[in-house]
């Protein structure tokens, strides 16, 4: 069983920046795909960026390409979402996210609770 427990959030400005955290206990972290995925108030939720369990790849919505920078570190098990030129619609709760390597494309099982990121204008 995988846990996860994101960190980082917070608020800030419009062309801003944060470094969003998130450690993985539990589970070989090196097996596994990241992601971070969002949510904002009244929206589903959705996949902003994600990382292959070889860290060869990655994955990222149309909305954060070229501002968002996803990474990971095996040795410390942290999965890392940098965030730069932030824009008010990328005020939401970002979570966290874990999917075995040989997993179905949405077997997205293991999810942390969630930092709040709020971008004033």
């Known amino acids: 069983q995988v846990q996860l427990v994101e960190s980082g959030g917070g608020l800030v400005q419009a062309g801003g920046s944060l470094r969003l955290s998130c450690v993985a206990s539990?589970?070989?972290?090196?097996?596994?795909?990241m992601g971070w995925f969002r949510q904002a108030p009244g929206k589903e939720r959705e996949r902003v960026a994600s990382?292959?369990?070889?860290?060869?790849?990655?994955y990222y919505a149309g909305s954060v390409k070229g501002r968002f920078t996803i990474s990971r570190d095996n040795a410390k098990n942290t999965v890392f979402l940098q965030m730069n030129s932030m824009k008010p619609e990328d005020t939401a709760v970002y979570y966290c996210?874990?999917?075995?390597?040989?997993?179905?494309?949405?077997?997205?099982?293991?999810w942390g609770k969630g930092t709040l990121v709020t971008v004033s204008s």
């Open positions: 990382i292959h369990w070889t860290g060869i790849s990655t």
């Open positions: 539990g589970g070989t972290f090196s097996s596994y795909d």
């Open positions: 996210a874990a999917r075995w390597r040989t997993a179905p494309v949405d077997g997205w099982d293991y």
